[in-house]
C-alpha cells in the first residue's frame, strides 16, 4: 500500500504560478518512477511529466514542456510540479502517480498508485 497526497492547487490567472506536491505515506519507494497526470472535464486523462527514481530522466508533455518542471526529493518522499507561465487550458484535476517500473511513463496505464487529485484553475 502506497498512499499518495497531492497539495498546493487553486485558482489563478493566466501567467502566474502554482507548485504542486505530491507527499507518499504508507509504504514508500525511491525507486519508483512518478508522475503528474491531469484530467480537464469531458476528457480523458493525460500525461503531464514524470520522473524516474533518481530524478535522471524526466518527461513532458509537448503542451507543458518549457512552462512546467517535475523534481523530486527521495529523503522526503515527495514530488514537486512547479508549473509556470500558466493557461487557461491548464485548467483540470492534477493527480500524482507512482509505479515501480521504468517502461511508458508516459502512459496512463501501468501506474498502480494514484493520489485523489487537486483541482488546478486558471482565469483568463
Known amino acids: 500500500q502506497v498512499q499518495l497526497v497531492e497539495s498546493g492547487g487553486g485558482l489563478v490567472q493566466a501567467g502566474g504560478s502554482l507548485r504542486l506536491s505530491c507527499a507518499a505515506s504508507g509504504r514508500t519507494f525511491s525507486s519508483y518512477t512518478m508522475g503528474w497526470f491531469r484530467q480537464a472535464p469531458g476528457k480523458e486523462r493525460d500525461f503531464v511529466a514524470a520522473?524516474?527514481?533518481?530524478?535522471?530522466?524526466?518527461y513532458y508533455a509537448g503542451s507543458v514542456k518549457g512552462r512546467f518542471t517535475i523534481s523530486r526529493d527521495n529523503a522526503k518522499n515527495t514530488v514537486v510540479l512547479q508549473m509556470d507561465r500558466l493557461k487557461p487550458e491548464d485548467t483540470a484535476v492534477y493527480r500524482c502517480?507512482?509505479?515501480?517500473?521504468?517502461?511508458?511513463?508516459?502512459?496512463?496505464?501501468?501506474?498502480?498508485?494514484w493520489g485523489q487529485g487537486t483541482q488546478v484553475t486558471v482565469s483568463s
Open positions: 520522473i524516474s527514481w533518481n530524478g535522471a530522466s524526466t
Open positions: 502517480a507512482a509505479r515501480p517500473d521504468g517502461l511508458g511513463v508516459t502512459l496512463v496505464y501501468g501506474y498502480n498508485y
